[in-house]
């Protein structure tokens, strides 16, 4: 993307456990964006080129595991017990 405010399909990949690789511009890349997963800069072809070579098959699958952990903390639960311990 070249700009997401926010970049909802990241949250469903990290849901269905897999790695992702996300455009600096999408809003989420910074909240989101773990170890095992790579952001890249759309205006840069070539680093999206390196992150390509970069990947293997047990990485990928380490990461997407993390995601779906770390993932499935955000939720509305967790929204509201957040909102809520501020009060």
């Known amino acids: 993307t070249a700009?997401?405010?926010?970049?909802l399909v990241v949250n469903e990949a990290m849901a269905c456990c897999r790695a992702v690789i996300v455009a600096r511009q999408a809003?989420?890349?910074c909240d989101l964006v773990r170890s095992g997963n790579?952001?890249?800069?759309?205006?840069?072809?070539?680093?999206?080129q390196d992150i390509f070579r970069q990947l293997n098959r047990e990485d990928l699958k380490?990461?997407?595991t993390d995601n779906r952990l770390f993932i499935s903390?955000?939720?509305y639960d967790s929204v509201i017990r957040a909102v809520e311990s501020r009060l």
């Open 73 to 75: 903390n955000w939720n």
């Open 38 to 48: 790579f952001i890249f800069d759309s205006e840069d072809p070539a680093g999206l």
């Open 62 to 64: 380490k990461a997407g």
């Open 27 to 29: 809003g989420c890349a």
């Open 3 to 7: 700009s997401d405010s926010w970049g």
